[in-house]
């Protein structure tokens, strides 16, 4: 009882100042604590301020408490009884102070050992009485009117969650991989690809695209698959080992490789000034 009821008051302060940060400083998607250090520094110098100011009163108030001669401190314990917190604690326990055990003690007794007729304490009570009161809700929620169960909760979540997926990688170009990858038509996207390709590409697949140490781009033969996937995995993954096509993942953005890769295939059915032999087989896309 004693320390219960300061414990509570710097538990009750905590939460407080806990919600009063997350309401100033906290935004929809992240608590103030991880967004700034210095809300945690402060929040936990206040709990210990907090803890250390009822440490100081309460040792203070033994020292009253034991400065004073005996009637006095009978009216202080009785005047503290009577406080809201003191009756509450007492009402909510109703159990018999020792003196008074006898009037409940049972006629059993084994070997010794004696039964009390103690009452539930009240809060025990009131908690059964609320698990009662969340059944009947949680029945009639679950069982009559057919709320959602765990399943279809969690379904109905990740299908939103797949629709926000969506639209952000709209907004996240480098987020294209070889399933997403889509050819690119726009003339800023080509030119974009074009630079790419003369930095990058030209001394192994020429210019034009007829190859030389690369092969032939501008056929319908494909070594490793035509079609804007497959091209795009090329350059991203790099040809067959030992064959001198690297993977060019590390050196260019995936939205670039979209580029490059839109750019080679515009190169089809051009005519180069010395197309290099086709090689793999002609590519029909499904
Ligand atoms: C060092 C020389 C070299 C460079 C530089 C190079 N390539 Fe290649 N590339 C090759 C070779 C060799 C192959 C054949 C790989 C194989 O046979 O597996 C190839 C294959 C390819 C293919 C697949 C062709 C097919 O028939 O399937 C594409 C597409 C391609 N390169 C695009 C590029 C692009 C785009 C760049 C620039 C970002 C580039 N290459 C840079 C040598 C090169």
Redesign the pocket.
């Known amino acids: 009882m004693k320390l219960l009821i300061p414990f509570l008051r710097v538990l009750f302060f905590a939460i407080i100042a806990f919600f009063l940060f997350e309401v100033i400083a906290g935004t929809d998607d992240q608590f103030s604590f991880e967004k700034y250090p210095m809300v945690q520094t402060i929040f936990w110098g206040l709990v210990i301020l907090a803890i250390f100011i009822e440490v100081v009163v309460g040792a203070l108030k033994t020292r009253v408490f034991n400065s004073l001669n005996e009637k006095a401190q009978e009216r202080f314990e009785a005047y503290e009884d009577d406080s809201y917190f003191g009756k509450l604690y007492t009402k909510m326990l109703d159990s018999k102070p020792i003196e008074q055990e006898e009037e409940i003690v049972l006629d059993h007794n084994y070997d010794g050992i004696k039964e009390l007729d103690n009452t539930l304490p009240p809060w025990w009570v009131y908690l059964f009485y609320a698990s009662i009161f969340f059944a009947v809700f949680y029945l009639a929620k679950y069982e009559i009117f057919d709320g959602d169960s765990t399943t279809v909760e969690y379904e109905k979540e990740v299908a939103q969650a797949e629709i926000d997926i969506a639209e952000w990688k709209k907004t996240a170009k480098d987020l294209i991989d070889a399933s997403s990858v889509e050819l690119l038509t726009e003339a800023s996207d080509l030119e974009a690809g074009k630079q ?2 003369t930095t ?2 030209v ?3 020429k210019a034009d695209g007829g190859g030389s ?3 032939n ?1 501008t056929d319908e033969n ?4 035509g079609g804007i996937k497959n ?1 795009f995995t ?2 991203i993954e790099g ?2 080992p030992g ?4 993977p ?1 993942k590390n050196d ?1 953005k995936p939205s670039e490789i979209a580029q ?1 890769a839109s750019y ?1 295939l515009g190169f089809q059915g051009t005519t180069p000034a010395a197309p290099k032999v086709a ?2 087989d002609v590519w029909v896309e499904e």
């Open positions: 790419i390709f990058n590409c001394v192994c697949h140490i690369g092969p781009l494909w070594i490793l698959g091209v090329t350059i040809g067959r064959k001198g096509m690297v060019w260019l490059v080679v090689e793999g």
